[in-house]
T-cell receptor
Framework: GAGVSQSPSNKVTEKGKDVELRCDPI?????LYWYRQSLGQGLEFLIY????????KSGLPSDRFSAERTGGSVSTLTIQRTQQEDSAVYLC???????????????FGSGTQLSVL | GDSVTQMEGPVTLSEEAFLTINCTYT??????LFWYVQYPGEGLQLLLK?????DKGSNKGFEATYRKETTSFHLEKGSVQVSDSAVYFC????????????FGTGTRLQVTL
Protein backbone atom coordinates (compact mmCIF):
# COMPACT_ATOMS: atom_id res chain seq x y z
CA GLY A 1 0.00 0.00 0.00
CA ALA A 2 0.90 3.67 -0.07
CA GLY A 3 1.72 3.92 3.60
CA VAL A 4 1.96 2.01 6.86
CA SER A 5 -1.46 0.77 7.83
CA GLN A 6 -2.49 -0.13 11.37
CA SER A 7 -5.66 -1.74 12.63
CA PRO A 8 -7.78 -1.24 14.51
CA SER A 9 -7.46 2.50 14.87
CA ASN A 10 -9.15 2.32 18.26
CA LYS A 11 -9.53 -0.58 20.67
CA VAL A 12 -11.34 -0.55 23.97
CA THR A 13 -10.95 -3.64 26.12
CA GLU A 14 -11.53 -4.83 29.63
CA LYS A 15 -8.71 -5.44 32.05
CA GLY A 16 -7.47 -9.01 31.79
CA LYS A 17 -8.45 -9.54 28.14
CA ASP A 18 -5.97 -10.23 25.36
CA VAL A 19 -5.63 -7.87 22.40
CA GLU A 20 -3.97 -8.10 18.99
CA LEU A 21 -2.77 -5.08 17.08
CA ARG A 22 -1.91 -5.33 13.41
CA CYS A 23 0.59 -3.49 11.24
CA ASP A 24 0.91 -3.59 7.46
CA PRO A 25 4.22 -1.98 6.50
CA ILE A 26 5.06 -0.36 3.21
CA UNK A 27 5.67 -3.01 0.60
CA UNK A 28 9.35 -3.86 0.29
CA UNK A 29 10.36 -2.42 3.65
CA UNK A 30 12.50 -4.97 5.47
CA UNK A 31 12.60 -3.23 8.84
CA LEU A 32 9.58 -2.88 11.09
CA TYR A 33 9.35 -1.21 14.50
CA TRP A 34 6.76 -1.01 17.25
CA TYR A 35 6.65 1.99 19.56
CA ARG A 36 4.31 2.98 22.36
CA GLN A 37 3.22 6.56 22.90
CA SER A 38 1.88 7.27 26.35
CA LEU A 39 0.58 10.59 27.57
CA GLY A 40 3.54 12.65 28.72
CA GLN A 41 5.98 9.81 28.08
CA GLY A 42 6.99 10.33 24.49
CA LEU A 43 7.73 7.41 22.22
CA GLU A 44 8.92 4.22 23.87
CA PHE A 45 10.63 1.61 21.70
CA LEU A 46 9.17 -1.88 21.98
CA ILE A 47 10.61 -4.19 19.33
CA TYR A 48 12.44 -4.17 15.99
CA UNK A 49 12.11 -6.69 13.17
CA UNK A 50 14.48 -7.24 10.31
CA UNK A 51 12.60 -9.50 7.97
CA UNK A 52 10.83 -12.06 10.14
CA UNK A 53 13.37 -12.08 12.94
CA UNK A 54 13.47 -9.72 15.91
CA UNK A 55 17.08 -8.87 16.76
CA UNK A 56 16.00 -6.29 19.32
CA LYS A 57 13.16 -7.01 21.73
CA SER A 58 14.64 -4.97 24.51
CA GLY A 59 11.71 -2.59 24.81
CA LEU A 60 8.95 -5.10 25.48
CA PRO A 61 7.82 -4.12 29.00
CA SER A 62 6.86 -7.59 30.24
CA ASP A 63 6.27 -11.16 29.13
CA ARG A 64 2.63 -10.24 28.52
CA PHE A 65 3.84 -8.49 25.36
CA SER A 66 4.85 -10.41 22.26
CA ALA A 67 5.11 -9.73 18.56
CA GLU A 68 5.59 -11.67 15.40
CA ARG A 69 6.09 -10.93 11.75
CA THR A 70 5.29 -13.28 8.93
CA GLY A 71 6.34 -13.31 5.30
CA GLY A 72 8.55 -10.30 5.95
CA SER A 73 5.44 -8.18 5.90
CA VAL A 74 2.52 -8.03 8.36
CA SER A 75 3.28 -7.84 12.05
CA THR A 76 1.04 -8.50 15.03
CA LEU A 77 1.63 -7.14 18.52
CA THR A 78 -0.16 -9.16 21.17
CA ILE A 79 -0.80 -8.03 24.71
CA GLN A 80 -2.06 -10.71 27.07
CA ARG A 81 -4.03 -10.07 30.26
CA THR A 82 -4.16 -6.34 29.58
CA GLN A 83 -3.69 -3.90 32.43
CA GLN A 84 -4.79 -0.28 32.69
CA GLU A 85 -1.19 0.90 32.38
CA ASP A 86 -1.12 -0.65 28.91
CA SER A 87 -3.43 2.12 27.69
CA ALA A 88 -1.50 4.09 25.07
CA VAL A 89 -1.16 4.67 21.36
CA TYR A 90 0.76 1.84 19.73
CA LEU A 91 2.69 2.98 16.68
CA CYS A 92 4.18 0.89 13.95
CA UNK A 93 6.88 2.12 11.59
CA UNK A 94 8.75 0.60 8.69
CA UNK A 95 11.87 1.48 6.79
CA UNK A 96 13.59 0.30 3.67
CA UNK A 97 16.86 -0.90 5.10
CA UNK A 98 16.87 -1.09 8.88
CA UNK A 99 19.71 -1.08 11.38
CA UNK A 100 23.08 0.18 10.36
CA UNK A 101 21.82 2.79 7.94
CA UNK A 102 22.78 6.29 9.00
CA UNK A 103 20.07 7.87 6.88
CA UNK A 104 17.38 5.78 8.44
CA UNK A 105 13.98 7.24 7.64
CA UNK A 106 11.02 5.68 9.36
CA UNK A 107 7.52 5.81 7.96
CA PHE A 108 4.90 5.68 10.69
CA GLY A 109 1.34 4.49 10.73
CA SER A 110 -1.39 6.48 12.44
CA GLY A 111 -1.38 4.14 15.41
CA THR A 112 -3.85 2.12 17.45
CA GLN A 113 -5.33 3.88 20.46
CA LEU A 114 -5.70 1.18 23.12
CA SER A 115 -7.88 1.87 26.13
CA VAL A 116 -8.00 -0.68 28.94
CA LEU A 117 -10.94 -0.19 31.27
CA GLY B 1 22.37 4.30 27.15
CA ASP B 2 21.33 6.77 24.50
CA SER B 3 18.84 9.46 25.45
CA VAL B 4 17.22 12.59 24.08
CA THR B 5 15.98 15.52 26.14
CA GLN B 6 13.75 18.18 24.68
CA MET B 7 12.00 21.17 26.16
CA GLU B 8 8.62 20.57 27.66
CA GLY B 9 5.58 22.09 26.08
CA PRO B 10 3.20 23.24 25.23
CA VAL B 11 4.75 26.14 23.38
CA THR B 12 2.23 28.77 22.35
CA LEU B 13 3.21 31.39 19.78
CA SER B 14 1.52 33.95 17.66
CA GLU B 15 1.70 33.58 13.90
CA GLU B 16 4.96 34.93 12.43
CA ALA B 17 6.81 34.58 15.74
CA PHE B 18 10.26 32.98 15.95
CA LEU B 19 10.39 29.39 17.14
CA THR B 20 13.07 27.51 19.02
CA ILE B 21 12.56 24.04 20.45
CA ASN B 22 15.60 22.85 22.38
CA CYS B 23 16.95 19.33 22.05
CA THR B 24 20.03 17.80 23.63
CA TYR B 25 21.24 14.24 23.47
CA THR B 26 23.47 11.72 25.20
CA UNK B 27 25.05 9.06 23.05
CA UNK B 28 28.32 7.29 22.41
CA UNK B 29 29.87 7.50 19.01
CA UNK B 30 28.44 9.60 16.23
CA UNK B 31 24.67 9.38 16.04
CA UNK B 32 22.44 10.75 13.32
CA LEU B 33 19.90 13.29 14.55
CA PHE B 34 16.33 13.83 13.43
CA TRP B 35 13.25 15.93 13.98
CA TYR B 36 9.92 14.22 13.41
CA VAL B 37 6.57 16.01 13.40
CA GLN B 38 3.11 14.70 14.24
CA TYR B 39 0.27 16.82 12.90
CA PRO B 40 -3.16 16.38 14.51
CA GLY B 41 -4.73 13.09 13.48
CA GLU B 42 -1.71 12.00 11.43
CA GLY B 43 1.25 9.70 11.89
CA LEU B 44 4.76 10.90 12.62
CA GLN B 45 6.71 12.03 9.64
CA LEU B 46 10.32 13.00 9.16
CA LEU B 47 10.84 16.76 9.14
CA LEU B 48 14.62 17.01 8.81
CA LYS B 49 17.83 15.23 9.67
CA UNK B 50 21.58 15.68 10.06
CA UNK B 51 24.07 12.85 9.97
CA UNK B 52 27.30 14.45 11.15
CA UNK B 53 28.63 17.31 13.21
CA UNK B 54 27.98 20.82 11.88
CA ASP B 55 25.47 19.54 9.32
CA LYS B 56 22.33 21.64 9.04
CA GLY B 57 19.06 19.93 8.26
CA SER B 58 16.29 22.05 6.77
CA ASN B 59 12.78 21.58 5.46
CA LYS B 60 9.60 23.69 5.21
CA GLY B 61 11.40 26.69 6.72
CA PHE B 62 12.59 24.70 9.74
CA GLU B 63 16.29 24.32 10.47
CA ALA B 64 18.44 22.47 12.97
CA THR B 65 22.23 22.30 13.25
CA TYR B 66 24.08 19.29 14.65
CA ARG B 67 26.32 20.70 17.40
CA LYS B 68 28.60 18.00 18.76
CA GLU B 69 30.36 20.32 21.20
CA THR B 70 27.08 21.08 22.97
CA THR B 71 25.38 17.77 22.04
CA SER B 72 22.43 19.74 20.75
CA PHE B 73 20.08 19.81 17.76
CA HIS B 74 17.73 22.71 18.40
CA LEU B 75 14.84 23.24 15.99
CA GLU B 76 14.24 26.77 14.70
CA LYS B 77 11.88 28.56 12.36
CA GLY B 78 11.93 32.25 11.66
CA SER B 79 8.19 32.77 11.18
CA VAL B 80 5.69 30.16 12.28
CA GLN B 81 2.26 29.62 10.77
CA VAL B 82 -0.94 28.23 12.23
CA SER B 83 -0.39 25.14 10.07
CA ASP B 84 2.82 24.41 12.01
CA SER B 85 0.77 23.50 15.07
CA ALA B 86 1.83 19.95 15.87
CA VAL B 87 3.94 17.84 18.21
CA TYR B 88 7.66 17.85 17.42
CA PHE B 89 9.94 14.97 18.38
CA CYS B 90 13.72 15.06 18.47
CA UNK B 91 15.38 11.69 17.88
CA UNK B 92 18.72 10.02 17.38
CA UNK B 93 19.86 6.91 15.56
CA UNK B 94 23.10 5.40 16.73
CA UNK B 95 24.40 2.81 14.35
CA UNK B 96 27.12 1.72 16.73
CA UNK B 97 25.03 0.69 19.68
CA UNK B 98 21.40 0.41 18.76
CA UNK B 99 19.01 -0.60 16.06
CA UNK B 100 16.25 1.90 16.60
CA UNK B 101 15.45 5.58 16.87
CA UNK B 102 15.54 6.97 20.40
CA PHE B 103 12.97 9.74 20.80
CA GLY B 104 12.52 12.66 23.13
CA THR B 105 9.19 13.16 24.86
CA GLY B 106 7.86 15.55 22.24
CA THR B 107 7.00 19.25 22.36
CA ARG B 108 3.56 20.46 21.46
CA LEU B 109 3.48 23.69 19.46
CA GLN B 110 0.31 25.74 19.24
CA VAL B 111 0.33 28.71 16.85
CA THR B 112 -2.48 31.25 17.11
CA LEU B 113 -3.59 34.07 14.84
Amino acid sequence: GAGVSQSPSNKVTEKGKDVELRCDPISGHTALYWYRQSLGQGLEFLIYFQGNSAPDKSGLPSDRFSAERTGGSVSTLTIQRTQQEDSAVYLCASSLAGAGQANEKLFFGSGTQLSVL
Amino acid sequence: GDSVTQMEGPVTLSEEAFLTINCTYTATGYPSLFWYVQYPGEGLQLLLKATKADDKGSNKGFEATYRKETTSFHLEKGSVQVSDSAVYFCALFNTGTASKLTFGTGTRLQVTL
